[in-house]
């Protein structure tokens, strides 16, 4: 069990209904006409345009060879086509024909920039720049703003979450951008494959509660506090929101959140732990938890943590692909190539590349679950959107709209596909679904 | 017994004369070292040429890269360049080379005789011991990736152990009477949660650290072996399967062994020696190329390709239905420091690792399991 609010309101679609995001307490900040916020499924609020569309930022990165993305007010986003990669990772030289180069679709075909209209006015963070075709864009904290072609509903995060590309060295990803949460300072929210997990903000260790108290008393005693470190609050902290302040003794403050109290856990030694929820009464919290995976999927236990698994246990991978171009294109969606899957996965062979990693079957009836999970339709043999009934077509479970897959060579608690692909698959290739990961990475 | 480690402990820590006696025998008969560090062992001779004699292989990825696909103004595609060469390493064969590669040429090595045997192939260890199979440091030892310790694969495989906590192998002495002689000791290999204690510069290891056990999700590394130690030095008898947890830029993998044995040289603050035995071939590749993209691999001349193909022809045990070796005979050379295994929650504990930092909104100093004992 884990802290975090009832969900309340439905989303509804032809034959069916799922829970909507729930809108986590953001910062109200200063907004031009025309945007507002909307709640997202794993990203929180972000902020979006009149259509409901989610706005993003191609923040600057430095690569291997080079450093691409926006620097501060000017949008290296155009509508050119580019033709050949850039060679900023290495080993592999620039100049080379990007596969499929004839439906690759521009910079600002895949990403187009939010324009302003000719007489918009700075508001607060939310500034203007002026784009090399004399189009007038605007910018979040100095930031060029665009959509996704991917987003098609309010409250979408296909075209990205500020999860992708996290760790390793993924290609200059793009990020949704939202107000601040409403967090007293010291805390964050990170975004996880779990839900958005609050965290301190020096070193992101994962805070905790316990069933045992409640919104004015800490049952942790002297004993307990060995290993559950209170989260003190300072002597001038005032309670916002679902925050609260509790007195644990004369002159000694606990931040309170949803009327439980705050810790960490001593002996977590990572970030974003999840281990101090192996005690019993105690559990992380979540602003959000992430939306559940359709019914049939199921969970399986590695030596390195916990896995999405399908309903056989085999471990669920998502597919991860950036191009080498300079706007840095995904190549993990059935909507672009899919040369760079094919060669990992198949030799360059279709066949071969769905026998090794089948796409997760979904119910002829399926429906989505979610935002995150749908079901579609793909016609293998391109890898692409297929119609539903075409001979070959296979009806398949997505997440964010891009099929997932198991490998051929697992059993259940393998996870033999993990990394594959290039730089450990950050750059391109298969990651696992991971929803503890426990022994994984460097520790703090 | 709380008290017994603590005291244990103090002594280790503090060098006194106790902790260095000609003998030793543990508390309770039993004492833990942790690995601090392993690498695929190699002999090297100062300037190489004695095992290496045409020198260290030049042929790494940029440049098979550079000479099949020449700067020459060809308008080329990254399907027949990038993603082939990328192909290549995920789907290696075993056609012949169309670049040079070196083998080791040399005839000493480290490692361990493996089947009992002196055949023709076989290595001299540099104290003489003939018979040493080590047919990996034949595939290995002429490419500078892989030469420890200063080559980037084998020196970002160690420094993952300091890092990283998925490959905290620990190894348990149990039925110990005395660290220079006994003739039955039960080992038991666990994988631990927690740092490894530094001294305060932050580069040395330290003995008589304390290590929780990992019991949820590394059961499968929990394996059994038995030896005896004769001289100081601890001999396991082979064990038919074996599987180490291993990393290198933070992925977890394995490597996978086959009638692995121990051969460590211990004092009761640390121990050395060798982890030897038939490495599975596969695995060994995959492992190496899921760790290490292609960027890594061009550091020291290592092309996965080339390297599957020797790593195929120098197999040489437990072949296939087909009469394929699937096993090289291998060794990690590995260095250990004694620590204390936690084997209950809240068990006693002698010293603790590294916190971490947990100033979240406070200045104040956290609190240590240590401090409340």
Redesign the interface.
């Known amino acids: 069990m884990r802290l975090q609010i009832a969900i309340l309101s439905l989303v509804a679609f032809a034959g069916g209904a799922y829970a909507a995001a729930p809108m986590e307490d953001y910062k109200k900040v200063p907004m031009p006409p025309g945007f507002h916020v909307e709640a997202t499924e794993l990203d929180g609020p972000v902020f979006a345009d009149a259509k409901g569309h989610t706005l993003y930022q191609w923040p600057f990165k430095a690569l291997r060879n080079g450093i691409t993305g926006d620097p501060k007010g000017k949008s290296l986003c155009e509508d050119v086509v580019s033709q050949t990669n850039a060679g900023y990772m290495s080993p592999y030289p620039g100049g080379l024909i990007i596969p499929d180069v004839e439906t690759r679709p521009s910079c600002t075909q895949a990403w187009p920039p939010v324009l302003a209209a000719a007489d918009a006015k700075p508001v607060g963070a939310w500034t203007i720049i002026a784009r090399k075709d004399g189009t007038k864009q605007w910018a979040y904290d100095e930031h060029p703003l665009y959509t996704s072609h991917l987003d098609s509903a309010p409250g979408d995060v296909i075209g990205a979450t500020s999860h992708s590309g996290r760790g390793g060295e993924h290609a200059a990803v793009r990020k949704p951008v939202g107000p601040p949460n409403n967090l007293p300072p010291g805390f964050e929210v990170v975004s996880s494959n779990n839900g958005r997990l609050l965290v301190t903000a020096q070193g992101n260790a994962s805070v905790y509660v316990s069933d045992k108290d409640t919104a004015t008393k800490s049952m942790c005693d002297v004993t307990c506090t060995i290993i559950w470190k209170p989260v003190i609050a300072p002597e001038f902290a005032q309670p916002t929101g679902e925050w609260t302040i509790l007195e644990r003794s004369p002159g000694v403050k606990q931040w309170a959140f949803r009327k439980k109290p705050l810790y960490t856990n001593i002996t977590d030694n990572r970030e974003q732990s999840l281990e101090g929820s192996d005690e019993p009464g105690w559990h992380n919290v979540f602003l959000t938890e992430a939306p559940p995976p359709p019914k049939e999927f199921t969970t399986s236990d590695t030596t390195a943590g916990t896995v999405l698994a399908d309903k056989n246990g085999k471990t669920i991978y998502l597919y991860i692909c950036g191009d080498d171009a300079v706007d840095q294109l995904a190549c993990d969606h059935p909507g672009s190539t899919q040369a760079f899957r094919f060669a990992l996965a198949g030799g360059g062979d279709p066949v071969r590349a769905n026998q090794r990693f089948p796409m997760v079957p979904a119910p002829k009836d399926a429906k989505p679950t979610s935002r995150s999970w749908t079901p579609i339709d793909i016609d293998p043999m391109t890898g692409k959107r297929g119609k539903a009934g075409d001979p070959g077509v296979l009806h398949v479970w997505a997440y964010r709209d891009r099929p997932v897959y198991t490998f051929a060579k697992d059993e259940p608690g393998d996870y033999e596909a993990e990394g594959l692909g290039e730089f450990k698959g950050t750059r391109q290739g298969y990651r696992a679904f991971w929803l503890r990961d426990d022994f994984y990475g460097r520790m703090n | 017994m709380k008290k017994l480690l603590l005291a244990a402990a103090a002594s280790l820590a503090l060098g006194t004369g106790a902790a260095f006696a000609a003998d030793f025998t543990p508390p309770g008969g039993t004492i833990a070292y942790l690995v601090t560090d392993f690498f695929w062992t190699t002999y090297e001779s100062p300037d190489g040429k004695e095992e290496c004699p045409q020198g260290f292989n030049p042929w790494g990825?940029?440049e098979q890269?550079k000479a099949l696909f020449p700067?020459d103004g060809t308008?080329?595609?990254?399907?027949e360049?990038?993603?082939a060469?990328?192909?290549a390493g995920?789907?290696p064969d075993t056609k012949p080379d169309t670049f040079p590669f070196y083998e080791v040429a040399g005839t000493k090595s480290y490692g361990m005789n493996l089947d009992g045997k002196i055949g023709p192939n076989d290595f001299t260890s540099p104290d003489g011991e003939k018979g040493i199979d080590n047919e990996l440091y034949r595939v290995i030892g002429c490419v500078l990736n892989l030469r420890p310790p200063e080559g980037p694969t084998a020196y970002f495989a160690n420094r993952a152990v300091m890092?990283?906590?998925?490959n905290r192998v620990m190894f348990e002495l149990t039925k110990v009477d005395s660290l220079t002689n006994d003739d039955d000791i039960d080992v038991t290999i666990y994988r631990g949660?927690?740092?490894i204690l530094m001294d305060n510069t932050g580069n040395n290891f330290v003995p008589g650290g304390s290590q929780?056990l990992?019991t949820?999700?590394?059961k499968?590394?929990t394996q059994h072996m038995h030896g005896r130690i004769i001289n100081g030095t601890l001999i396991t008898d082979p064990i038919a399967k074996a599987v180490i947890?291993w990393s290198s830029?933070?992925?977890?993998?394995?490597q996978k062994f086959k009638d692995m044995r121990l051969k460590l040289k211990l004092d009761p603050q640390r121990a050395t020696g060798l982890i030897a035995g038939y490495v599975d071939v596969e695995n060994w590749y995959?492992q190496t190329v899921?760790?290490e993209?292609?960027?890594h691999q061009?550091y020291g001349q290592s092309s996965p390709p080339s390297i599957y193909k020797v790593l195929r022809r120098r197999a040489d045990a437990y072949p296939d239905e087909n009469g394929v070796n699937t096993a090289i005979s291998a060794a990690l050379e590995t260095k250990m420091v004694q620590v204390y295994i936690i084997h209950e929650p809240g068990g006693p504990v002698a010293a603790l690792?590294a916190?971490?930092?947990?100033?979240?909104?406070?200045d104040?100093a956290?609190?240590?399991?240590a401090?409340?004992k």
């Open positions: 990825p940029r890269f700067d308008k080329r595609t990254e399907l360049t990038h993603l060469r990328e192909i995920w789907f890092e990283e906590r998925w949660r927690d740092h929780r990992d949820k999700w590394g499968k590394f947890p830029f933070t992925l977890p993998t394995v995959m899921k760790s993209s292609t960027h061009s690792s916190p971490m930092k947990h100033a979240a909104v406070t104040e956290p609190i240590t399991i401090d409340a």
